[in-house]
């Protein structure tokens, strides 16, 4: 119940009026769960036969396995995410795992091959611009992760940027914010993503974004109270029921 109430409160602080606010304003929860994996081969054949199984299928939700390309000193190697539309599914899928023979196999599957957790995550979406078309074609994602000490504030001006660059036609085709729940991995209060079609698009279009008088101006607005803890690159391998993502 108490865990209910924090994500209530968490959206009534983050409500702003702004246009682009509302219109990229989004719901939903992430649960990520890094592993470390001495046999990636396995991992992808364990992982997808979870996917494949009645308990996942169950659920009804969207989830990924990604290779992490890029994340600084973490030994975290792939990354195992589910995508939950309302706190509802994300609490059916706790209930599930209590007692699911699939999830058991997978995690045993997993130590058998020597493969670690290496932490768990849930963050709870509030800024997302992302269609099916992005869904289908995305496969590779750029990670920040921001710790801030005044979140709506940092907030406030992130919308006032990403207005910026969609009007200078300088903004990516998807990209994301999630606030750290619980497990954040290196005490970030944000998530913030981007997706691109593969790394030269990715490389091509921040070196855009990051030369931008918009972006320069956030991080002059924003540096007082705010830092980025982390950056990561992770490469998608399996997306399972995608369509759902965006239904």
């Known amino acids: 119940i108490m865990k209910f109430i924090k994500i209530s409160l968490l959206a009534s602080l983050l409500i702003s009026t702004s246009a682009i606010a509302q219109q990229f304003a989004a ?8 592993v470390n994996s001495v046999n990636p081969i396995a991992t992808f054949q364990n992982v ?30 792939h990354l195992i995410e589910f995508y939950y539309p309302d706190a509802a599914s994300y609490q059916k899928a706790v209930d599930m795992a209590a007692t699911s023979s699939a999830v ?17 995550s849930v963050y709870i ?20 992760r921001v710790e801030t000490t005044d979140l709506p504030r940092y907030l ?19 990209y ?34 990051n030369d931008s008088e918009s972006f320069a101006n956030f991080n002059n607005r924003t540096q007082g109270f705010s830092s980025i803890v982390a950056n990561e ?12 993502y965006t239904e």
Request: net charge negative; proline share 0%.
């Open 48 to 77: 997808s036969k979870y996917m494949e199984s009645e308990d996942f299928k169950k659920l009804g939700i969207t989830a990924g396995l990604y290779a992490n390309n890029v994340n600084g000193a973490d030994d975290t190697t």
């Open 125 to 144: 979406n509030v800024r997302e611009k992302i269609t099916a078309a992005d869904v289908e074609k995305n496969k590779v994602f750029y990670v920040w």
């Open 233 to 244: 690159i992770s490469t998608q391998l399996a997306l399972w029921n995608g369509a759902l």
């Open 176 to 209: 994301g914010m999630k606030v750290a729940f619980a497990g954040a991995v290196h005490g970030e209060t944000l998530f913030v993503w981007a997706g691109y079609e593969n790394q030269q698009q990715m490389i091509e279009q921040l070196a855009v974004f």
């Open 104 to 120: 058991a196999d997978l995690l045993s599957t997993a130590a058998q091959n020597g493969t670690q957790n290496t932490y768990e």
């Open 27 to 34: 719901t939903g929860m992430h649960a990520g769960f890094g």
């Open 156 to 174: 406030r001006e992130w919308d006032k940027m990403i207005e910026e660059i969609e009007e200078e036609g300088i903004a990516g085709d998807s």
